[in-house]
């Protein structure tokens, strides 16, 4: 019964999963309405162009162990971004599956920040999958994301993943094509509402609504609601110094809790650093 149920599983997993394996644990707390936040690390594998936001560095990891309850799903993700005198540079990777069935990911983002207002970016990946007893393929493919600060406490966001139709194989829609965008609104200054309209192609509209209140200053609670599949999602967020440690659970309406925490380390003295080195160039 429990193999039937793995092999459902990964049937459906353009379905079922692909929000569920877009990381970090903050997104997820927010039923992944974050398009136009995109405001850690993780924006390489969501919204490339939220890189662009941070001009320091950051090094995150996200762990899910057992999505829907069952390991063989678990699915892992690090990643490094490095600002640059023009934009900002990540590079990451992915690990989903066991030992029957295996997807990697390798990816190479930049994003640009022009005048603060407006950002651009995309995102390389190297996709490989292995079944066994069926063999392995592998694609490349590319993501790319716009932000938009219309003012600066409202943002519009968007991406496409997988703009040329990669697939593996002779096999139409193994590697999805997703459109996602999105509005997020600091409704004060330690509160952020997100709203985000996904489409997978073949598969309805997805509604997503997302809340961020920072309750105290180094504690922050989060909840979502997605419509397509129901997901309600929840979650909390500690900041300690360099460190933002997050974790998220989310409901599925047929299989139950999914938990998933992550952690994301922010050397944000490079701001500084890197402005003044970019002032003393600009002077000369």
Known sequence: MRLKMLLALLTALPILLHPQVSPGAKQISLANSDAALSNDV??????????????????GVYYSPAPFGLKELSNAYAVYSQPLFYGTAAIGGMSYGFELYKESRALAAYAYNYLNKFFAGAAINYHSLSIQNYGSDYSFYINAGLLLYIEQYIRWGASITNINHATFGKEKNQIPVIYNTGFSYDVTDNITACVAIEKETSFPFSFRFGLDYEI?????????????????????????????????????????????AGIIVSFKDDESRLNSIRNNLFKK
């Not at 500690?238 to 809790?257: P, W």
Request: aromatic share 20%; charged share 15%.
């Open 216 to 260: 105290l200053k180094y504690f922050s609670i989060r909840t979502g609601y997605a419509n397509e599949p129901v997901r309600f999602t929840a979650g909390v967020g500690i900041s300690y110094s360099i460190f933002n440690f997050d974790y998220a659970v989310f409901n599925h309406q047929e299989l139950g809790l999914t938990h998933q």
């Open 42 to 59: 993780f924006a390489a594998f969501n919204n490339p162009a939220g890189l662009a936001q941070m001009n320091w560095r950051e090094i």
